[in-house]
């Protein structure tokens, strides 16, 4: 199996950046398709982008297209997810997340391992 450790997570005013970044440990990135998930407080958790095993298939929730990137380094056994033009309502714990399938999967029941989560905090 794989744990996942998120950090990068911090407070940022409306319309700055932030970097994730997932280190892998125990098996490889390689063997899994990744996401990206957040939940802010008192909401249920929600999909924010997925790419699978190859890092050729990269989809995003429509709320962080165009503003938000996924990319995924094997080598380092690591996954990133950069966040531009960030607003308040981006407000939430983000979880770095990990399933055995090869392809990329939007819901949060299809992964078998998570993160403990990193605070993003957006102020306006």
């Known amino acids: 199996q794989v744990q996942l450790v998120e950090s990068g997570g911090g407070l940022v005013q409306a319309g700055g950046s932030l970097r994730l970044s997932c280190a892998a440990s125990?098996?490889?990135?390689?063997?899994?398709?990744m996401g990206w998930f957040r939940q802010a407080p008192g909401k249920e958790r929600e999909f924010v982008a997925t790419v699978g095993r190859s890092g050729s298939n990269t989809y995003y929730a429509d709320s962080v297209k165009g503003r938000f990137t996924f990319s995924r380094d094997n080598a380092k056994n690591m996954v990133y997810l950069q966040m531009n033009s960030l607003k308040p309502e981006d407000t939430a714990v983000y979880y770095c997340?990990?399933?055995?399938?090869?392809?990329?999967?939007?819901?949060?029941?299809?992964?078998?391992?998570w993160g403990q989560g990193t605070q993003v905090t957006v102020s306006s």
């Open positions: 997340a990990a399933t055995i399938s090869a392809w990329p999967r939007v819901t949060a029941d299809e992964y078998n391992y």
């Open positions: 125990g098996r490889s990135t390689s063997n899994y398709a």
